[in-house]
């Protein structure tokens, strides 16, 4: 099956051809969608949360990625859940998905739809994985629906091999006072896309977005997160932190746009990025977009080398150079790994960043 997606990772407003970072495209070709020899949902659910077959509460949803990426989902899943919690539920433990790439699975293209009702709260880890090296494709879309009050928790870990082609398109909606907390870890993959988009709707509605990235060998990593504030009141915080070696590529865009009527809104963003290598290729397009005055909204990029005196204590403590750079990158990633709630997922993570800096010999 040849794909071949257009318009990918759209900037809102578009800046000059030239410059490569309005949008970009995505073209492979990989074995056609079976149906997934595997399961999906890792233990029971929680009391009060439950597989679902209502329709899914925002019938625009817009995507990170684009209309046509979520169409294509739509139109080839062989996988996928829809999860709801009931109004008033508090889960106490997290919703664990667990998508695999496999010689049984070498097209895994799931779709999964979330809602949290009124006064609700919900935590679903979603987790990305290949059989080794096994060359595979990953399209993911997932929904996010947070009603009056409610409060939803996304984490999406991939850790997908070299061979694989890895998207995950997610679009957002909160109501008034409805919070969306999302957590995206872009480790693996021969190429990763990446795209956000969540509306906040209501008054004193939030996004809390933090995501991290490892550019090593030859991996390319697109990146689009747009928080669309359109109720009054609303906040967001888009935090990303990132790492490029090797001949790794990574694009960036970041968009806070304030709507007409979103008063009193409040919008941060900010990315902190770390290169070790002259043949990296880093590309960031920080965005505000603004048609209303009574608004705030900061952005910062912060991108070069480690701190000299940093690398410089490391190393009188006995570390090596490659070493301390292995040990910084870590510790970087750490904020985000630690959000993770559960432990063998949270390990399993932190041996991979380790396992895939190991390999490196010279950090630049």
């Not at 009574?294 to 490659?322: C, K, N, P």
């Not at 750079?325 to 399993?348: C, G, N, S, T, Y």
Request: negative net charge; proline residues 4%.
């Amino acid at each position: 099956m040849d794909v071949a997606l257009r318009n990918v990772n759209m900037l809102p407003v578009r800046t000059w051809n030239r410059l490569g970072i309005n949008d970009t495209g995505l073209q492979e070709k990989f074995s056609d969608p079976a149906p997934y020899r595997g399961k999906a949902l890792a233990g029971s659910l929680p009391e009060g949360v439950s597989l679902t077959k209502k329709p899914f509460p925002v019938s625009d949803a817009e995507t990170g990625m684009g209309k046509d990426t979520a169409d294509f989902v739509e139109s080839h899943s062989n996988c996928g859940v829809s999860l709801c919690a009931a109004a008033g539920t508090k889960a106490e433990k997290p919703v664990v998905l667990n998508y695999e790439i496999s010689e049984k699975n070498p097209t895994v293209i799931d779709c999964n739809e979330i809602t949290a009702e009124e006064g609700s709260e919900i935590t679903v880890v979603m987790g990305y994985r290949s059989e080794g090296d096994v060359p595979g494709f990953h399209g993911g879309l997932t929904k996010l629906y947070a009603g009056k009050g409610a409060v939803i928790h996304l984490m999406q870990i991939q850790l997908l091999g070299d061979g694989c082609t890895h998207f995950d398109n997610v679009g957002a909606f909160a109501e008034e006072g409805g919070k969306i907390d999302i957590v995206q870890a872009e480790l693996g993959g021969k190429h990763a896309f990446s795209g956000v988009k969540t509306r906040l709707g209501g008054t004193k509605s939030q996004l809390n977005m933090n995501a991290i990235y490892l550019g090593d060998h030859q991996r390319s990593i697109d990146i689009n997160y747009i928080a669309q504030h359109t109720g009054r009141k609303t906040s967001s915080n888009i935090n990303v932190s990132g790492a490029l070696l090797d001949e790794g590529q990574k694009t960036f865009r970041g968009t806070i746009d304030f709507v007409r009527g979103a008063k009193q809104a409040v919008g941060h963003e900010n990315e902190y990025n770390l290169l070790f290598s002259p043949k990296v290729r880093n590309r960031t397009a920080p965005l505000i977009l603004c048609q209303e005055e009574d608004v705030d909204g900061q952005h910062a990029a912060s991108t070069g080398r480690i701190d000299a005196a940093r690398l410089f204590y490391l190393m009188s403590r006995g570390l090596s150079e490659a070493e301390a750079k292995k040990l910084i990158i870590e510790a970087q990633f750490h904020p985000v790994i630690d959000r993770i709630p559960d432990m063998e997922l949270k390990k399993e993570v932190s041996d991979f960043v380790k396992g895939r800096l190991s390999q490196l010999e010279s950090m630049g």
